[in-house]
């Protein structure tokens, strides 16, 4: 299983610190939206709409890090292609949790 939090993508902002803050901040807004755009998907049924929104939450997950977070991204897309609906609904059921541990984790990064 990925980390949690790798830091290493944030580093190339190393001495701006207000961009870091303001990375995490647009990740943590956009998220829990795009969450509930996969959960809505798989409600109706819409294996192609779970795996692009799983596309764009791996995407922006890895960008900032977030590598559990993108792991799943990847495995609901997969799953979403392959309309693996007890795959699907057993990572999206994990989604929440995670995203959680990631906030936390995210939140108690030092950033200065």
Not at 37 to 50: L, M, R, T, W, Y
Request: proline share 4%; hydrophobic share 45%; with cysteine.
């Amino acid at each position: 299983m990925p980390a949690l939090f790798n830091p290493e993508p944030l580093d190339r902002f190393h001495s701006q610190p207000a961009v870091v803050r303001r990375l995490i901040d647009l990740y943590l807004e956009i998220t829990p939206e795009c969450i509930e755009k996969i959960q809505a998907s798989i409600g109706d049924n819409d294996a192609e709409q779970v795996a692009f929104h799983a596309h764009s939450l791996k995407g922006s997950s890895s960008e900032l890090g977030a590598e559990q977070m993108a792991d799943l991204g990847l495995q609901l897309q997969m799953a979403g292609r392959n309309e693996d609906w007890a795959l699907i609904r057993d990572l999206a059921g994990r989604l929440q949790a995670c995203m959680a541990e990631t906030r936390s984790a995210l939140n108690a990064l030092d950033i200065s």
